[in-house]
């Protein structure tokens, strides 16, 4: 299990470096995308319990209560990762957007040239 | 953007009803399977937006208009407001649930959530389709 | 370990280069590409850490809607990093 | 009290936004002018009430465990389910975003006439007064992060909604960096359920132990540094004039009076309800010192009015850190009085900021000058803000800076008192240049037939001005006001047992 954690947070530092070092707004966006995959990836594996079974309607569900509950992984990282990829696909939309309208203004996706080319 | 090739306009034809109608299984049976609202809005958008591309932008705005897709995604979004308000309305609290909870495991079953899944799906797929214009349509006004 | 545990260290490396390869490639599209592809490597480890819910939508949204903005916005841009 | 207030607080404006598009829709169809106007500020307006009416069940010291302080979702009650609660503080930020806002709604009725897509303009408007609202009222930490990053996508949109190339520019950053920040919080979000299990604050300030151990400090970081991207505190600040400049002018007064403001809120909260760690306010109280000193220094060097304004909006964040990070009952209290008041003058002094360019069309102080003739009143309404921002008696800038002075020297930091009060006086000198350019000296001709500003736009300016006063005259009033923020702040326990019903 600690291997997960592990991977989680190298992508969490991939997208960092991505995010602090690239000169390129889609390489950004695409590193914003692959640190929140990492959080994503972080948070699942929280609520993942070793031979556990998935928290939805089943037939086992009705037979036996208490030992589902008992052996259903934690749902409530999955709804947190839910909302989140909602808000993340919203974010990298209007990233995407914002990133379109740079190009047509100044012919570039690199944002340290945004100001310099309008003086 | 233009369309594409007839062999593209059929397959896009053809697997239209079918992707529709996975997005909105999935959208009805949220409260039973895996999936629910979210999901499910973004597959039926993804079957829409299919046609827009196979068949080119001109034409499908004919048939869903910049104007229907932002009353669509409001509907969807008011619809979720106005079930939460019921619950104040009649129950307790907000999204307090007021509606028969019916058998565990059947299609009307678990109250509001099955109406609230239709319309976040609402919200979802409308919402989908509104940013997929707003970037085809070279930023006339863009969405978003 | 079992090997079901060696697939998803497995999966959960390749993972990991995917995401590398799609942040360190010079052509966009390609690099677009190969991150749906880690979007769908992903979307089956959260499968196999039972979470099926995010499954679905981690497929239909980091592979499907993600990759058509992402190409929208290169086809109205530049390939070229 | 209005029934179910708390909830109805931060739906009320998320049905306005999703209503605004069909309102536009149906007035352009039967040729109404202004509906959406009308609708808005009627919608604002409402909104008011119903935060307004949560005072007195507060006053009236209505905190019984499990009632009306908190408002359990669904009938779910914590630590399982969405919760709101209500305490001084929460009711305090609540206060000041929805009257910073019903302002700035009847302000950008002249002020965005001119603008195209004022459906989207509104809708954009609402759904950030959502998610500061939800994030001042909730009781439960994911949800706070749900509608902090509701309300910065929105924002990220506002500046960026007139489309020229300083706001995609500004956009464009505020939004990396901005996006950085959010992700910072759901990583330290993760690491908590991670180690404690629960995300209802509360409970999650129970579970957590009162001295900051290594583990805990992590997350305690990262949250730090998340909400100082949003607060522009100031190795992080990066973003902010830009956004401020770019941003329509009502637009960055409702920034620097209203989000500014939950910001501040959400880091208090944190900080001090959640991990109760006092220990490290000093720490913030010396970035408050960093933050309060550049922020004036780069104040001075601003040609252009509203970038003057965004620095000093930066300095006056750094006097509120530097209160709250002091951690005494006085340093608090002036922390949190001084909050008040910057939300007062910053959004007024945006709002005239706004008023000259609406009138003159540029914001650059260079090619200003003598407009006291033509706009006396602005003139001296700018006055009255600048004084006030300055903490020059008897406006009420100065009340709270005091308060924060004296705090200071009782905390034995009297260092931190003089470096304050040097920066106030570099505050003042930046505010009388900035005066002396744009309505004293000499007037350039093109400027001789400008008019005083429209009086839909002087109304809130003018009111926004009373109160500076007021709060100056009588500081108890204020004071008043604070308190039981205050106290909410020093009690996290009185809290956590109202959330949990004593459990």
Same mark, same amino acid.
């Given at each position: 299990? #600690? ?28 590193? =914003? ?87 | 953007?233009?369309?594409?090739? /007839? ?72 619809? !979720? ?64 | ?15 990991? /280069? ?64 | ?39 808005? !500020? ?27 302080? /908190? ?15 209500? &305490? ?39 759904? !950030? ?10 009781? #439960?930490?994911?949800?706070?992060? /749900? ?182 009952? =006085? ?34 102080? #260079? ?81 001789? &037939? ?54």
């Amino acid at each position: 299990m #600690d291997f997960n954690y592990i991977i989680a947070m190298l992508l969490v530092a991939l997208g960092l470096y991505c995010l602090l070092l690239k000169r390129n707004l889609i390489k950004i966006i695409i590193g =914003l995308a692959v640190l929140t995959d990492g959080i994503h990836l972080f948070l699942i594996s929280l609520g993942y319990r070793s031979g556990g079974i998935a928290a939805i309607v089943s037939g086992e569900m009705f037979s036996d209560l208490p030992g589902f509950a008992a052996r259903a992984v934690d749902p409530i990282p999955q709804a947190l990762v839910l909302t989140s990829i909602v808000i993340n696909i919203c974010i990298v939309a209007f990233a995407l957007s914002l990133a379109i309208y740079s190009y047509r203004h100044y012919g570039t996706l690199d944002p340290s040239k945004l100001r310099r080319l309008k003086e | 953007m233009a369309g594409m090739t /007839v062999i593209v306009r059929t397959i896009a034809r053809l697997l239209f009803p079918f992707t529709f109608l996975f997005g909105a299984y999935i959208v009805l049976h949220g409260h039973l399977t895996p999936g629910g609202g979210f999901p499910g809005g973004v597959i039926i958008a993804a079957s829409v937006v299919m046609l827009f591309l196979a068949y080119g932008i001109e034409r499908a705005q004919k048939r869903v208009g910049f104007l229907h897709a932002e009353v669509l995604e409001s509907v969807g979004g008011l619809a !979720i407001v106005v079930l939460g308000l019921f619950g104040i309305l009649l129950g307790i609290t907000f999204l307090q649930n007021v509606f028969p909870l019916g058998t565990l495991g059947q299609l009307f079953s678990a109250g509001n959530l099955p109406l609230l899944y239709l319309g976040v799906g609402t919200k979802v797929a409308a919402g989908l389709i509104l940013i997929f214009y707003a970037m085809l349509f070279a930023f006339r006004g863009g969405e978003e | 370990m079992s090997l079901e545990l060696l697939i998803q260290n497995a999966l959960l490396v390749f993972l990991f /280069v995917l995401c590398l390869i799609a942040i360190e490639l010079k052509d966009l599209l390609y690099s677009v590409i190969v991150l749906a592809g880690a979007s769908i490597t992903l979307a089956v480890i959260f499968f196999m850490l039972q979470a099926p819910d995010i499954a679905i939508t981690q497929a239909a949204v980091g592979a499907g809607v993600m990759t058509v903005l992402f190409v929208i916005a290169i086809s109205r841009t530049r390939r070229q990093e | 009290m209005i029934p179910h207030a708390p909830i109805l607080a931060i739906v009320l404006p998320l049905f306005a936004a999703f209503l605004m598009p069909v309102v536009g829709i149906l007035a352009r169809r039967r040729g109404i002018k202004r509906a959406r106007e009308w609708f808005a !500020i009627a919608a604002v307006l409402v909104e008011l009430v119903i935060v307004a009416s949560m005072i007195p069940a507060l006053r009236e010291g209505q905190i019984i465990p499990g009632q009306f302080p /908190v408002y359990e979702l669904g009938g779910w009650s914590p630590p399982w389910g969405i919760n709101l609660a209500i &305490d001084g503080l929460n009711l305090f930020a609540a206060v000041i975003v929805a009257g910073i806002s019903a302002l700035v709604v009847i302000y950008s009725f002249v002020c965005m006439e001119r603008d195209h897509g004022l459906d989207q303009y509104y809708t954009l408007l609402f759904l !950030i007064l959502a998610g500061m609202m939800g994030v001042a009222l909730t009781g #439960d930490i994911f949800n706070l992060y /749900v509608f902090f990053e509701i309300m910065c996508i929105s924002s990220y949109a506002l500046v960026a909604f007139r489309r020229k190339w300083q706001s995609i520019e500004a956009s464009i950053k505020y939004l990396i960096v901005s996006s950085l920040g959010t992700s910072v919080i759901l990583l330290g979000i993760a690491l908590l359920y991670g180690m404690v299990g629960s995300l209802n604050i509360a409970h999650l300030a129970q579970k957590l132990p009162l001295e900051p151990t290594s583990a805990i400090i992590v997350p305690l970081a990262l949250f730090v540094t998340g909400f100082g991207i949003k607060i522009a505190m100031v190795p992080l600040h990066m973003w902010q004039p830009d956004a401020y400049q770019a941003a329509p002018s009502a637009v960055a007064a409702l920034f620097s009076g209203a989000t500014a403001t939950i910001g501040i809120y959400a880091m208090v909260r944190v900080v001090y309800t959640l991990f109760g760690a006092f220990a490290i306010g000093i720490m913030l109280a010396v970035l408050g010192l960093v933050t309060m000193v550049l922020g004036a220094l780069m104040a001075l060097a601003q040609r252009d009015l509203k970038r003057l304004l965004a620095y000093s909006c930066i300095s006056q964040i750094g006097y509120v850190l530097l209160g709250l990070g002091l951690g005494t009952s =006085l340093g608090i209290q002036g922390g949190l009085f001084h909050l008040f008041n910057n939300a007062i003058y910053k959004t007024m002094l945006f709002m005239i900021a706004g008023a000259i360019i609406y009138r003159v069309g540029t914001s650059n102080m #260079d090619r200003l000058g003598g407009l006291w003739k033509n706009m006396p009143v602005t003139a001296m309404l700018f006055g009255v803000g600048a004084l006030a921002i300055s903490g020059v008696p008897p406006f009420n800038g100065f009340a709270s800076k005091w308060t924060i002075y004296v705090a200071g020297i009782e905390a034995g930091q009297p260092v931190f008192t003089i470096i304050a009060l040097i920066t106030s006086a570099l505050t003042l000198a930046y505010f009388l240049k900035a005066f002396n350019s744009i309505f004293l000296g000499q007037r350039p001709k093109h400027l001789s &037939d400008i008019k005083e500003t429209p009086l839909p736009m002087l109304f809130p300016i003018m009111l926004l001005a009373v109160l500076c006063i007021v709060f100056g005259v009588l500081p108890q009033l204020g004071i008043d006001i604070v308190r039981p923020a205050q106290e909410a702040v020093m009690n996290s326990g009185g809290y956590i047992s109202a959330v949990l019903g004593g459990a």
